[in-house]
Each structure stands twice: as C-alpha cells, then as structure tokens.
C-alpha cells in the first residue's frame, strides 16, 4: 500500500511562513498529481493546491492563491508547498495524497499529516 509522507508542519505567528514537504515514490511524483488538503477541527477536508507530475501544472483554492506557492523537486522525489502570510484560518492537519490530475476527485495515498498552528 503506498503512504505518502509528510513533515514541516509546526507554530507560527501570524503572517509567518512554512514550507511542508510531502515524499513519494518516483514514479507518483513522476506520472502523477500530487495534492495538498487540510482539515480543521469539525470541519471537511478540503483541497488546497495541487501540481501534475506530468506537466507541471498547478492549481490553487481561492483562499490561499497568491499566498502558497506548490512545487516539486524530482530528484527528491518531493513536492513542497511553501506557505506565506499566514492566517489564523490556515491552521489544520495538511495531507499530501496522489490522484491522477488536479481536479482531485479520487485522490490515494494518504498519509499521516502534519499539523500547521498559527498563533501569536
């Protein structure tokens, strides 16, 4: 079964910066989407960016565009999502999981998550 991994997570103050780092095997961040979600307490997970191994391309929900910055590095088989300016909306649990493109309908992998806390 494969499990993405995730890290980076941590406490930031308001406006602060993380970068998260989600690992995969070759040939997801090769031939894949990989997607990066959230989940706050009691609220649904949802989709926050996404980049296409394939072609590089990405995609960004409303409320963290110009704001987060996705990107891959394939000799580290890694995708990372470089969070700026956050907020105190922002903190969840962040999961990286593969789909087959960006509009994320069927994504797998899940895996353990990484917790982002904003707070002064």
């Known amino acids: 079964q494969v499990q993405l991994v995730e890290s980076g997570g941590g406490l930031v103050e308001p406006g602060g910066s993380l970068r998260l780092s989600c690992a995969a095997p070759k040939y997801i961040s090769d031939y894949y989407a990989i997607g990066w979600f959230r989940q706050a307490p009691g609220k649904a997970r949802e989709g926050v960016s996404c980049?296409?191994?394939?072609?590089?391309?990405?995609w960004y929900a409303k409320s963290v565009k110009d704001r987060f910055t996705i990107f891959s590095d394939s000799a580290e088989n890694t995708v990372y999502l470089r969070m700026n300016g956050l907020r105190p909306e922002d903190p969840a649990d962040y999961y990286c999981a593969a789909d087959r493109d960006c509009t994320l309908q069927t994504p797998w992998g899940w895996g353990q998550g990484t917790q982002v806390t904003v707070s002064q």
């Open positions: 980049i296409t191994g394939f072609d590089g391309k990405t």
